[in-house]
């Protein structure tokens, strides 16, 4: 082996002649001149040395290569990571993703299709394109927030929600103007905050199902679906007592209006299956259900 102090470069083999060294006699290798200070297997070979100081490729014997040589004098074969193509060759699709034995592998969830973004919607168009084209609205606003839609929708949700219910409304009604004017204010503000902590609530979800998509957009698009899917029910509760049965079965039917479109805005903006979608929107949905829902539809 090379550094052993014994080997004279024709390998530990006394058919070569090789004797132990004598006591006394100075170590080393006997071809390599004056030592140089280095480990010996960094000792260039000495000119003259048998088989130019390489040895060959014969058991017993080292081979030094010069740098950036081949050690070897066939066809250079890259890595085989073990997906069906060489290291370094691997393939992708035309949106980018590597492609593994004839599948395209996507970020999260194992959609069908990666996502066509594009600039962001007006306020009007995104509103429409949330109930008339959903997944492709969804797919264009994933990085993108909608912060002034969804503060401007909550708030007006939330004033008017003071005169959807019965209570409230007698409250408001025969009440001096300060007091109507908190109420209202109040109710806005209130239905804002908690619009906002539920569809946080619903974007914590789905990262923990292994959703990969921003927070501004989940937050502020799954507030805009809350309380604009429960319009129908608010403007028919104007006008109608909150028990009336087209008041309630419009209520039933936004709700789950609410809850098809939830489940794919998160499906869509995370990479989520169905399954994880719903589970990830199934507290906001849940709270809905009880906090506004039920008290009027009870």
């Known amino acids: ?40 297997y960094f000792t260039a070979p000495t000119p003259g040395y048998p088989g130019d100081g390489y040895g060959g490729d014969q058991p017993g014997h080292t081979r030094a290569f010069a740098v950036g040589e081949q050690p070897y004098d066939g066809p250079y074969e890259p890595y085989d990571a073990g997906y ?6 691997q393939q992708y699709d035309q949106g980018g993703y590597p492609v593994e034995d004839n599948v395209a592998v996507y970020r999260a969830g194992g959609q069908a299709a ?42 007006l949700y939330g004033a008017l929600a003071v005169f959807a ?51 501004q957009s989940t937050v502020g698009l799954s507030v805009l679906v809350s309380w604009t899917t429960d319009a129908p029910r608010l403007l028919l509760a104007l006008f109608l007592p909150e028990h009336n ?32 979608a719903a589970g990830a929107a199934a507290v906001q949905l849940i709270a809905l259900l009880v906090l506004i829902k039920l008290p009027t539809l009870g």
Not at 1 to 10: E, F, P, S, T
């Open 84 to 89: 069906g193509e060489p290291y370094g060759q």
């Open 114 to 155: 990666p996502h066509l973004g594009g600039p962001r919607l007006p306020w009007r168009e995104l509103l429409a394109g949330i109930y008339r084209r959903p997944s492709a609205t969804f797919d264009r606003m994933r990085d993108h927030q909608v912060w002034l839609p969804a503060l401007t929708v909550s708030l």
């Open 165 to 215: 219910l019965d209570s409230t409304y007698d409250q408001v009604v025969h009440s001096t103007f300060a007091v109507a004017l908190w109420a209202i204010g109040g109710a806005a503000v209130g239905f804002t905050v908690a619009g906002g902590i539920l569809s946080a609530v619903t974007y914590a979800l789905a990262r923990q199902f292994g959703g990969d998509g921003p927070w």
């Open 245 to 276: 049965m087209v008041v309630q079965a419009v209520g039933w039917a936004t709700w789950v209006g609410c809850a098809a479109l939830l489940t794919i805005l998160v499906r869509r903006i995370h990479d989520l299956p169905w399954g994880k």
């Open 1 to 40: 082996m090379a550094g052993n102090r014994h080997d004279d470069g024709r390998g530990a083999d006394p058919r070569h002649g090789w004797t132990a060294p004598q006591p006394g006699t100075p170590q080393g290798d006997p071809y390599r001149g004056a030592p140089t200070g280095g480990p010996e």
